[in-house]
């Protein structure tokens, strides 16, 4: 979903939207009432602060046309509003004078989404995001193909291209606070839900897109362990990362060295949150708005060690049209 209002449709469409979205707010109304036009637009400005996409969505369902939907829910004053987290009714709320309490119940979502999202009970941990999403930005990261995932250079002791894209916390910060790691449900063996460098420092990430996508942000997350006289062979956070915009297949390391890159990007120490191991990199806006594949290529990491790793990527932006995937189109010249 969209950073959108939702106007509901019909009982299918409303149950559609509960199995889709992790959280859902609904705005139960009428255009006859007078509370419910006055509070229309400060809700129309929440859902333009924190939908996300596929996990907090904005909803708004006139009782009149909807009288199935209301009376399932028992809507017997407006506006009611409801809460949702995963299909099941959290919070109600009722009258025109509950936007404390909608603002308290978004910061509660807020939290949730920085701690990895809502639990869905299982050792996932839930919805990972990693770091807080630019205004008026959402998550984008399910509109990559997964099929055409590319990676090189990646010690085949741990996860593949496709373990960076999980939706699920990364195992190194799931068992904080529990005594235990958890690990993800789709980890590389042994838990290892990573990806670390194989012969030296370098990855090349080859990332192609089911629609042409507008990339504002990348969220990096690394979670080495820390080094120490025990452990010097530690694997790094990556310090500098070229992207390559619209190839039709993955470079190779000598081949992007003749390239220009789109964009070239040195992470400090201090872009790592220290809660989440997370770097949020934004991007220069202009040069990503028609974005079909992205090639991440790290060149080296931050230290004098010999590997990197790489926990999770969240790709964070707009979705536009959807593409033909039967055939992977190249936009631009190469060496643009």
């Known amino acids: ?17 509960l199995s889709s979205s992790k959280a859902v707010v609904v705005d139960f109304y009428a255009d006859w009432c007078g509370p419910c036009k006055s509070i229309a637009p400060v809700y129309a400005s929440l859902s333009t602060k924190y939908s996300c996409a596929n996990l907090v969505t904005f ?5 009149d ?8 829910y028992g809507i017997t004053s407006l506006p009611t509003f409801l809460y949702f987290e995963k299909g099941k009714e959290h919070t109600r709320l009722q ?4 936007i404390p309490a909608l603002q308290k119940l978004m910061t509660r979502w807020t939290k949730i989404a920085a701690d990895g999202g809502i639990d869905d009970g299982g050792s996932s941990g839930g919805m990972w995001i990693g770091a807080s999403l630019p205004r008026g930005y959402t998550d984008i990261t399910d ?20 373990t960076l894209f999980e939706t699920s916390k990364p195992s190194s910060l799931a068992g904080k606070g529990k005594g235990k790691a958890e690990s993800s449900t789709r980890a590389a063996s042994e838990g290892k839900d990573w990806v670390e460098s194989d012969t030296d420092e370098q990855l090349m990430l080859y990332i192609p897109f089911q629609a042409t996508l507008k990339i504002h942000t990348l969220h990096i997350t690394s979670l080495p362990p820390a080094s120490s006289e025990d452990n010097d062979e530690a694997p790094l956070r990556p310090k500098t990362i070229h992207l390559y915009t619209n190839r039709a297949h993955n470079l190779g390391f000598e081949e992007a060295d003749d390239i220009p890159a789109t964009q070239k990007i040195e992470i400090s120490s201090g872009d790592w949150d220290s809660e989440t191991g997370t770097a949020k990199v934004e991007l220069r806006f202009v040069k990503f708005q028609n974005v079909t594949s992205l090639v991440v290529f790290v060149v080296d990491g931050d230290g004098d060690g010999e590997k990197t790793r790489i926990d999770r990527i969240r790709v964070v932006g707009e979705s536009g049209e959807k593409r033909d995937m039967g055939k992977l189109e190249k936009i631009g010249d190469d060496d643009q």
């Open 1 to 17: 979903m969209s950073n959108k209002l939702v106007e509901i449709g019909s009982p299918t469409e409303f149950q559609n939207l």
């Open 59 to 63: 909803a708004k369902v006139n009782s």
């Open 65 to 72: 046309s909807q009288q199935a939907i209301s009376k399932k």
């Open 95 to 98: 009258g025109a004078d509950q």
């Open 143 to 162: 509109q990559i193909d997964s099929r055409g995932l590319d990676l090189l250079n990646a010690d085949g002791e741990f996860g593949t291209a496709r």
